[in-house]
């Protein structure tokens, strides 16, 4: 049985070093840059994510413009919503990588990520009204809370994020998913943060 290229690289730090030597990220850049399936993207938005664990590999990614991609494939659009919110969840998570890294941090917020995260905060909230949060819906907003945080400690971010994001992220911390809670209160923690 073939493993997936992400299952290599999480299991093995063997093959995603070896992954990393051959320019895989400058590989899924291209392919992220073209036409490609949702599933595609999607698997491709995960390897992203398995390969920017270290900083060299953050700033690899930053130079191969797959900031501005991955903030493309948040939005929510298309006739299959189902598999929209499959690719944005995946591309949250390869932000949520890429964004511990300063210089991502500016890219991202440069690039239009808060345009493109905010919305899932509402939706996210509404979502809670309607049917309530759990750990088997919540992902995505798990992501968009982790990568708010991220974006909140670098002071572009945070002074935009106070505006934009505050009132998203307040009722956040009192839905009944436990972890999106404990996010919500960590991001909201980091954007009204003094110095």
């Not at 934009?164 to 960590?186: F, G, H, V």
Request: proline fraction near 4%; glycine fraction near 4%.
């Amino acid at each position: 049985m073939r493993s997936s290229p992400r299952v290599v690289c999480l299991v093995a730090q063997e093959g995603l070093a070896q992954a990393i030597s051959l320019k895989a990220l400058e590989t899924f850049a291209s392919l992220l840059g073209s036409s490609i399936s949702s599933e595609a993207c999607e698997q491709a938005c995960y390897c992203l994510a398995t390969l920017t664990v270290g900083g060299d590999e953050k700033r690899a990614a930053l130079q191969a413009g797959l900031c501005p991609r991955l903030i493309s494939f948040v939005a929510l659009t298309g006739e299959d919503r189902e598999a929209s919110e499959r690719v944005a969840t995946a591309a949250t998570a390869a932000l949520m990588s890429l964004t511990i890294d300063n210089d991502c941090k500016a890219e991202a917020v440069r690039n239009g990520a808060l345009r493109a995260l905010v919305p899932l905060l509402h939706d996210a909230q509404m979502r809670d009204h309607k049917e309530g949060l759990n750990h088997a819906n919540s992902t995505l907003t798990q992501n968009v809370t982790k990568i708010v945080s991220n974006l909140a400690e670098h002071p572009l971010g945070r002074s935009k994020l106070r505006k934009s994001a505050l009132m998203e992220l307040l009722p956040l911390q009192k839905t009944a998913e436990p972890l999106l809670s404990k996010n919500a209160q960590i991001a909201v923690q980091k954007v009204t943060w003094q110095p």
